[in-house]
T-cell receptor, first 112, second 112 residues
């Protein structure tokens, strides 16, 4: 069975600094997708970034980028130039078919 | 487009009562999902549907039933509510299994 592990329950970052959130996963499937979702205090889940496993190039969306290490089954999220609006719960998610598996989340605090 | 909507947003039930949560999407998505979110446990899949008239069990299906009579609607039913079902419930939909999931705003359910 596939699993997703986020080992950092909480992280803090100073405004304008860079922070990396960790995610590891376990799977025997060769074709899959990985995602990072953001959940601000409003509770609305928002897609941050998506990575296809067959692509070697790391995905990037503005200040958000991932470090995808397929052999190590690692998928970390880097947030550059952190802003107060980045404060939220961040969930790593995996899908190999049409069922998603979510990690337990990392709460990110941004300090002014 | 309204995206994914959920009704109601909040509900308080007494043990043993029944209720139905309604999820509606206007994006013509084939796939729809129901999750529950509990503190420290991320999102867990309750039931899902890969098309109109189909449903399947997810990770935590006990105590819940679902129906998808119309493509745009996915109903989650609790026949006899228990305090263990106190949670925040999210509905999501996607065009295909590997695609981004779009989430509703959530329903906070309290069972006394």
């Amino acid at each position: 069975a596939q699993t997703v592990t986020q080992s950092q329950p909480e992280m803090s970052v100073q405004e304008a600094e860079t922070v990396t959130l960790s995610c590891t996963y376990d799977t025997s499937e060769s074709d899959y997708y990985l995602f990072w979702y953001k959940q601000p205090p409003s509770r609305q889940m928002i897609l941050v970034i998506r990575q296809e496993a067959y692509k070697q190039q790391n995905a990037t969306e503005n200040r958000f980028s991932v470090n995808f290490q397929k052999a190590a089954k690692s998928f970390s999220l880097k947030i550059s130039d952190s802003q107060l609006g980045d404060a939220a719960m961040y969930f790593c998610a995996y899908t190999g078919t049409y069922k998603y598996i979510f990690g337990t989340g990392t709460r990110l605090k941004v300090l002014a | 487009n309204a995206g994914v909507t959920q009704t109601p947003k909040f509900r308080v039930l007494k043990t043993g009562q029944s209720m139905t949560l309604l999820c509606a999407q206007d994006m013509n998505h084939e796939y729809m999902y129901w999750y529950r979110q509990d503190p420290g446990m991320g999102l867990r899949l309750i039931h899902y549907s890969v098309g109109e008239g189909t449903t399947a069990k997810g990770e935590v299906p006990d105590g819940y039933n679902v129906s998808r009579l119309k493509k745009q609607n996915f109903l989650l039913g609790l026949e006899s509510a228990a305090p263990s079902q106190t949670s925040v419930y999210f509905c999501a939909s996607s065009y295909e299994g590997f695609n981004e999931q779009f989430f509703g705003p959530g329903t906070r359910l309290t069972v006394l």
